[in-house]
């Protein structure tokens, strides 16, 4: 689908969804599009169900974190990865109270962007 194509069809989606209680049920690799459009997330891993998420709170619980002088060496609280001088949490309240309690400098964070996130989940044994 062409891009004017593909803004058009989301704009009609949106509208019509905006009349009332309505769903639309989509499925797609292409996350900017579903994020456009979705409330919730239904994943599907090797063609079955890995889980459902609200997509606002699934964009909320993960956050990267940057670390002065460096991190810690024990584990920290909801780690899903480091390197160097960050790290990648999936509970961003309780990383970063064990920060406070240790008197860790966070000098930058972020959210991840969907398709990280995604990634992330999908990657856990």
């Not at 398709?115 to 990657?123: D, H, K, V």
Request: proline share 6%; with cysteine.
């Amino acid at each position: 689908m062409d891009i004017p194509s593909k803004q058009l069809l989301i704009e009609i989606l949106t509208d019509w969804m905006d009349q009332g209680e309505r769903g639309i049920v989509m499925a797609s690799h292409q996350i900017a599009d579903i994020m456009k459009l979705a409330d919730y997330l239904y994943v599907l891993q090797d063609g079955k169900q890995f889980d459902t998420f609200e997509k606002e709170e699934l964009l909320q619980c993960y956050r990267i974190y940057w670390v002065a002088p460096r991190l810690p060496e024990e584990p920290i609280p909801s780690e899903v990865a480091r390197e160097n001088q960050s790290i990648i949490s999936e509970a961003p309240n309780e990383t970063e109270a064990f920060f406070r309690d240790r008197h860790v400098t966070i000098t930058h964070q972020t959210a991840l962007d969907p398709g990280e996130i995604l990634s992330y989940l999908l990657e856990q044994p």
